[in-house]
């Protein structure tokens, strides 16, 4: 199995092909990834982690275009950002997009998106929450109403970060 490891920094994947645009232990391709098109043979991951870095990155659906590009068909790609709500989202000045848990569902069918080569199927995709009692309610309203803790008590009680897991779904319809 090939996994590809988007921004990996110091901390790659066990087992990945690194990418990164600093050269730091563990990176195997230098390159900045907001540059198109990486220097990826097309069709070669079936996994592809996204952890922390797609928050940091230029142009989402150039990005997620280029995913699709170098995943083989029925690839996973898994997504983890910080959530809108969470202060880390803020506290970062390289952050250049807040998301919700909904912001990848572009990607999956949704008609307003242009780009109807680049699909994927939404597989999972939950919050995550802090551990602490303060995080309790938080918990308990998204699991019984994930859009309207979203609406209405995010800011309240706010999320952590956003764990999507997405299957690539190539031009003949299959995610193999």
């Known amino acids: 199995m090939r996994i590809l ?52 990155l230029t142009d989402i659906p150039a990005v997620m275009a280029e995913i699709h590009r170098v995943a083989k068909p029925g690839a996973e790609v898994f997504i983890r950002v910080p959530h809108f709500s969470c202060l880390n989202a803020y506290r970062d000045p390289t952050h250049r997009h807040y998301l919700s848990l909904k912001s990848f569902d572009v990607f999956c069918g949704d008609e307003r998106y242009s780009d109807k080569n680049t699909r994927f199927r939404l597989v999972k995709r939950n919050l995550t929450f802090g551990s602490s009692l303060f995080d309790v309610p938080g918990k308990i309203i998204y699991k019984l109403k994930p859009r309207r803790y979203e609406r209405r008590f995010a800011w309240i009680f706010p999320a952590r970060e956003i764990r999507i897991t997405l299957s690539v779904i190539k031009n003949d319809g299959k995610a193999e």
């Open 5 to 56: 490891d988007l921004g990996c920094g110091e901390h790659k994947t066990e087992g990945a092909t690194g990418i990164d645009r600093r050269e730091l232990p563990g990176v195997d391709v230098v390159h900045d990834v907001n540059v198109f098109p990486w220097p990826l043979p097309d069709n070669s991951f079936d996994r592809i982690v996204c952890s922390h870095v797609i928050e940091h």
